[in-house]
Structure formats: structure tokens, C-alpha cells
């Protein structure tokens, strides 16, 4: 867990701390050049409270490099 991730984790209550890991795990980062995603959790952000489709360049840990990538929602299956 990151430094940030550790910081909200202590300081919010433990419903909204569930909630919003819960929620980061369900945004994904994927690579536009070769499709490999992450969740946004697993890499150590937080998006939490978030809508919409977001672009952003990464360094892609499967192809190399700093690539363009997009941060989208990825619901759990129900």
C-alpha cells in the first residue's frame, strides 16, 4: 500500500476506507499501446468518487516506456 493509500486508510472511517479500495480496485489503467491494465489500487492511487474516462501517460511495465494510457471503470461483476 502506498503512502497516500496508508494516510486516507487511517484517517477516514472504516466504511468509507472500504469503500473507496473497493472502489479504486474497479478503475483499471490500461496501456493504449499494448492493452495491459492494472487497477489504479494495485499500482498505489486512489480514485474514489470518480466518473468519466480519464487519459494520462504511465510507464508501462509491459511493453516499456511512457505510453498513453486510460483510466476507466470496470465494474465487478455483481
Known amino acids: 500500500m502506498s503512502l497516500i493509500q496508508q494516510f486516507f486508510m487511517a484517517i477516514l472511517p472504516k466504511s468509507w476506507a472500504d469503500d473507496m479500495r473497493k472502489e479504486s ?3 483499471r ?3 493504449c499501446s499494448c492493452g495491459a491494465s492494472k487497477s489504479v489500487w ?3 492511487g486512489i480514485r474514489w468518487k470518480a466518473y468519466g474516462v480519464k487519459r494520462t501517460l504511465v510507464h508501462c511495465s509491459h511493453c516499456g516506456g511512457f505510453r498513453a494510457a486510460s483510466v ?3 465494474p465487478a461483476a455483481a
Open 25 to 27: 480496485q474497479e478503475w
Open 29 to 31: 489503467i490500461r496501456c
Open 42 to 44: 494495485d499500482v498505489g
Open 72 to 74: 476507466e471503470r470496470v
